[in-house]
C-alpha cells in the first residue's frame, strides 16, 4: 500500500539537480512525454502530504508553459488530460506568483479567443558562476539561462576560503551594477571536480587542488542568496536536457562532453542524471584508456582526461609530458587549443597530428561510454570544436571502430560551440530547473 493523499499522489519521475518527483498518474503519459519527463516505476519514495497533488500539477503546467510557450489554457489542458477548471486555478496560482503571464490573443474559429501563456522571466536573474583552475568566470541570466549581463572573467584563486570572499564580492558587484535585471533567484556554480550529495561540498577536485572543501554554505552567507553547486559535467548535461522547447523532445538519452582544462561527462538516462552512491557517477574521465599513458590530475596514469584535456594536446605538440599537479611552466600557459589549431590549418605536421591524436582518443573514450550507456545524443563542447570539420570524422570513426552492435553508428554527435558558453548555462540551470519539477511526494510501506 502507498502512505499518503493516495496512488493517486504517485507516477512518474524526474531529476532536476534537486532530487527526484513523481506526478500524478491520472493525467497519463501523454501529459508526461510533452512535459518532457520519462516514466519508470517509483522506489524508495517519501511520504505524500495533502496538497501534494496540487502542487506536482503545478510543476507539470509550469514545465509545459516553459517547453511549449506560447501556449493557451485550452492546449494545456488537453496536454495535461485534465479538465479546464483544474487548469484554471494552476495558472491563476502561478500568475499571482509572478511565474507566468498572459500575452498576446490568438485566433480562434468561433467562441472565445485564446489568450496565451508565457514564462514570466521579467525582472528575474541568476548569476552563472563556472569555476575553472586558472580563469574562471560569471555572467548574469535571465531564468531560462539567456544571458542578461556580458561575461566577466578573472584570475581563480585557489585557496576556497579567499575565493568565497572574492566571489561573493564580485557577485554583489555585478547585481549593484545592473540593478535593471530583477530579483536574483539565486547563484548557480559549476567546479571542475565532485561534489557531494548534499551539494554543499566540493570532494575531490584534484585540479584545483581541493579534498572535501565546504563551499556552497560559506558562499551563500557570504552573498546573501541561496547558492547550488554541481559538477560542470553534470549541470551541462542538465541544461541540454532543459534546453527542449515546442514539440522537440530529447528523444532518449544523452551525454555531454565538456572539453577544456579537463575533461567533464555528463549522463542523462532515463530522463534522470546518471548520479550513484556518491554523487560520482558518469566520471567516465577517469576510465584508463591508456596504462602506460600520461598523470592525470586524479594521480592516476591513463585516464581518458589525460589524453584529451586542452593540456593533453598542447603537452603532444610540443613533446613534453606535463604533470597536471604542477604549475605550468609560462612558455606552455601562453599556448592554447586555439594556436595550436591555428598552426595546423598553417600546414603544421605536428600540430595536425597532435589534434588528430586527441580526436582519435575522445572517440575510443566516447565508445566506453556508448557501450555503457547507449546514448541517443552526444554533445560536446569545448575549444577543440572550432576544428570539428576535420577532426569530427576522427572521432566518430574511432567511436564506431569500439562501439558494440547495434549501438554502431547510432548515436549522433552534436557540437555545441563554446560562444554559447554551455558551462554558465549548466550553472544557471542549477538554480532554475528545481522550479520545474516537484520534490518526492510518497513513500512504499508494507
Known amino acids: 500500500m502507498w502512505q499518503g493523499e493516495s496512488a493517486h499522489s504517485l507516477g512518474i519521475d524526474v531529476d532536476t539537480g534537486a532530487g527526484d518527483a513523481y506526478i500524478n498518474p491520472d493525467y497519463g503519459q501523454n501529459a508526461c512525454a510533452a512535459a518532457g519527463v520519462h516514466v519508470r516505476a517509483p522506489a524508495g519514495v517519501r511520504a505524500a502530504r495533502r496538497g501534494t497533488s496540487r502542487e506536482i500539477n503545478r510543476q507539470i503546467a509550469l514545465s509545459l508553459i516553459r517547453m511549449r510557450q506560447p501556449i493557451s489554457r485550452a492546449d494545456l489542458a488537453r496536454l495535461m488530460g485534465t479538465r479546464r477548471s483544474v487548469v484554471t486555478v494552476l495558472v491563476n496560482d502561478l500568475i499571482a506568483e509572478g511565474r507566468i503571464f498572459e500575452g498576446a490573443t490568438g485566433e480562434a474559429p468561433r467562441g472565445r479567443k485564446?489568450?496565451?501563456?508565457?514564462?514570466?522571466?521579467?525582472?528575474?536573474?541568476?548569476?552563472?558562476?563556472?569555476?575553472?583552475?586558472?580563469?574562471?568566470?560569471?555572467?548574469?541570466?535571465?531564468?531560462?539561462?539567456?544571458?542578461?549581463?556580458?561575461?566577466?572573467?578573472?584570475?581563480?584563486?585557489?585557496?576556497?576560503?579567499?575565493?568565497?570572499?572574492?566571489?561573493?564580492?564580485?557577485?554583489?558587484?555585478?547585481?549593484?551594477?545592473?540593478?535593471?535585471?530583477?530579483?536574483?533567484?539565486?547563484?548557480?556554480?559549476?567546479v571542475p571536480g565532485m561534489v557531494d550529495r548534499t551539494g554543499t561540498r566540493v570532494m575531490f577536485?584534484?585540479?584545483?587542488?581541493?579534498?572535501?572543501?565546504?563551499?556552497?554554505?560559506?558562499?551563500?552567507?557570504?552573498?546573501?542568496?541561496?547558492?547550488?553547486?554541481?559538477?560542470?559535467?553534470?549541470?551541462?548535461?542538465?541544461?541540454?536536457a532543459w534546453s527542449v522547447r515546442g514539440d522537440s523532445a530529447v528523444a532518449g538519452d544523452l551525454v555531454f562532453l565538456s572539453v577544456s582544462d579537463g575533461l567533464g561527462v555528463g549522463v542523462v538516462t532515463n530522463g534522470q542524471l546518471l548520479r550513484g552512491q556518491h554523487n560520482a557517477g558518469g566520471e567516465f574521465g577517469h576510465i584508463p584508456l591508456a596504462l602506460e599513458g600520461p598523470r592525470c590530475a586524479c594521480g592516476a596514469f591513463g585516464c581518458w582526461e589525460a589524453l584529451v584535456s586542452n593540456l593533453a594536446t598542447v603537452s603532444r605538440y610540443l613533446g613534453r609530458e606535463l604533470d597536471p599537479g604542477k604549475p605550468i611552466p609560462p612558455e606552455v600557459a601562453a599556448l592554447t587549443v586555439e594556436d595550436v589549431i591555428s598552426r595546423a590549418r598553417q600546414g603544421d605536421a605536428l600540430a595536425d597530428a597532435a589534434l588528430r591524436a586527441t580526436a582519435r582518443y575522445l572517440g575510443a573514450g566516447l565508445a566506453a561510454v556508448v557501450n555503457a550507456v547507449d546514448p541517443a545524443h552526444i554533445y560536446v563542447s569545448g575549444e577543440i570544436t572550432s576544428d570539428w570539420d576535420r577532426l569530427g570524422p576522427v572521432v566518430r570513426a574511432a567511436l564506431d571502430e569500439r562501439t558494440l552492435e547495434p549501438s554502431r553508428g547510432y548515436a549522433d554527435i552534436v557540437v555545441v560551440p563554446p560562444h554559447t558558453l554551455p558551462r554558465l548555462r549548466g550553472a544557471a540551470a542549477l538554480v532554475t530547473t528545481p522550479a520545474y519539477a516537484a520534490p518526492v511526494v510518497a513513500r512504499q510501506v508494507p
Not at 521579467?122 to 556580458?150: K, N, Y
Open 114 to 190: 485564446p489568450t496565451f501563456l508565457y514564462l514570466d522571466s521579467r525582472q528575474r536573474c541568476v548569476v552563472a558562476v563556472d569555476l575553472r583552475p586558472t580563469r574562471s568566470s560569471l555572467m548574469i541570466t535571465d531564468i531560462v539561462g539567456e544571458p542578461l549581463v556580458g561575461m566577466t572573467s578573472f584570475p581563480t584563486e585557489r585557496d576556497p576560503e579567499r575565493l568565497v570572499v572574492e566571489l561573493a564580492a564580485r557577485i554583489r558587484e555585478v547585481l549593484d551594477r545592473h540593478p535593471e535585471t530583477g530579483r536574483c533567484e539565486g547563484v548557480g556554480v559549476v
Open 205 to 240: 577536485a584534484p585540479r584545483l587542488g581541493w579534498h572535501d572543501v565546504a563551499f556552497q554554505e560559506p558562499l551563500s552567507a557570504r552573498v546573501g542568496l541561496p547558492v547550488v553547486i554541481e559538477n560542470s559535467g553534470k549541470a551541462c548535461a542538465l541544461a541540454q
